[in-house]
């Protein structure tokens, strides 16, 4: 009861009806995996242009191996309607993050940095020179070259003038590179209390690089633009060696020795603090590095708030063996790859088919909600049309092998573009021998049920454990399940067979109440999918 003191009028807010939960987001991916370029720490991009931005473009059948399958699986998860995604890039240990000092007044330095590790790091160039507004401020400008500058055309590590793109002129000069992608860092402050000080300006904005503290740019820095060349931030004198695929300990991301802080974790350990991720893709796990698969899985079982999709090896071509890698309700199974065209080189390439189930899940999730089998729908990516022996599959994938496949939890995706259907996701299987959670989608329902009510309760911690407190938190959980059920995602013609949701003496001991437990218990009929779709004909004769 609040306190009174002194005499007079007093206005009290009291609480009335269920605080609302609101559903979490279930169609938000997280990507683990290596890339051209980019930060390390998990970043949230909504759009394959804004990946491209961050990370870099698609790798040629050639540079798979040095890169991976992630680029290709993110833009398979855009491409089948995905909207958000968490990216994890994961570099090999020991690769070299290129930098450049730049020689300033008073022995102050600059040091510039690629924003992350790798070789394409040795593709940036950056130039201090004058800002727009004169005085003590500066400018520095940012250019990317995808795949290194011509060496030919350097001069001791800087661009020639007559090269500079900066110049319009010089576009038409022989040996001219545009860049792939530039930045430019107007009127920068020198003060670290002016709200355009350089390193909170660059640090917080640029997709390139990041900058050292205590900087003075030379005078003659300050003068024009011609008066300076772009410099090639390179690590040491000598040529980045090419990066190579990560290792399991790299997609981990622990470190392997005394735990990290949050803000040094990487790969899957970074990844399990971003609380929006719900479905989980690591598509190297299909590519060979040994034990990823079950780490995988251990990530998704270990966290229970996300799903993840998993593929079958590059080299898993006999279905009579093929067997899904655990038993579990957390992850899904997925055969055969598919065979897409790269956009630059026209090549086939044949990828795992892990980011584009993603992007059909978040699909189904927006347009129809996540008690809906994410199956019977349209995979977007695979070539439409055969070249010489290639389908859209890697291997085609018939009915007899769906016969076998399917029991054992393994999901096929098959082509029935000879029925004017296309190329269809034909399972929606988990890789759980449980039969209660055989569906992906009722797996998937837990999650989000599970974890809306988690988030849409917590007042209730510290609130007297009491009736009062109990009734109010079964007519959220109840306000919840209802929309649900109005939605299609539970079983039942009345709320009463749909759900239950039970806080009183009977689901409580003293001993809990003691202890400071509120326990709530609710139970819910998810939907299943109608998996096989039987109509029984019989011959009727013309009775009298």
Known sequence: MPEYLAPGVFIEEVPSGPVPIQGVSTSTAGFVGAAERGPEHPVLVTSWLDYQRWYGGLPTREKIQNYGYMSHAVNGFFANGGQRAYIARVTKSGTATAALVIAGQSNSKLTVSAIGPGAEGSGIFVKVRGASQG?????????????????????????????????????????????????????????????????????????????????????EDLKSASQTKYKRVLTGNAEPAADALPALGDFQGTGGGAPLPVDKLKGLAALGSVRDVNILCVPDEAGGVVGLTLEVVQHCELHKNRFAILQSQINDKDTAKLQPPADTSYSAFYYPWINTRHPETGNIIQLPVTGHMAGVYART?????????????????????????????????????????????????????????????????????NGQWRYINVRRLFIYAEQSIEVGTQ????????????????????????????NGALMGDTPEQAFFVRCDRTTMTQDDIDNGRLVCLVGIAPVKPAEFVIFRFSQKTADV
């Open 365 to 433: 999730d927006i347009e129809r909600g996540v008690h809906k089998a994410p199956a019977n729908e349209m995979l977007f990516g695979p070539i439409g049309q055969n070249v010489g022996k290639k389908g859209p599959l890697n291997p085609n994938v018939t009915q007899g092998d769906q016969e076998v496949l399917n029991p054992r939890g393994i999901n096929c995706i098959r082509d029935f573009r000879s029925e004017g259907r296309g190329v269809l996701v034909w399972g929606a299987r988990t890789m759980s021998q």
């Open 459 to 486: 007042w209730v911690v510290f609130e007297p454990n009491d009736p009062t407190t109990w009734q109010r938190v079964v007519n959220s959980v109840k306000g919840f399940l209802n929309t649900l059920w109005h």
């Open 135 to 219: 005085g003590s401020l500066f400018a520095l400008s940012v250019l990317y070259f995808r795949g290194g500058y011509p060496k030919a055309s350097l001069a001791a590590g800087a661009i020639p003038a007559n090269l500079d793109p900066d110049i319009a002129s010089n576009t038409v000069n022989a040996g001219f590179v545009a860049p792939t992608a530039s930045e430019v860092f107007d009127n920068l402050s020198l003060d670290p209390n002016d709200p355009n000080y350089y390193e909170t300006i660059i640090d917080s904005s640029s997709q390139l690089i990041e900058v050292s503290e205590g900087y003075t740019p030379k005078a």
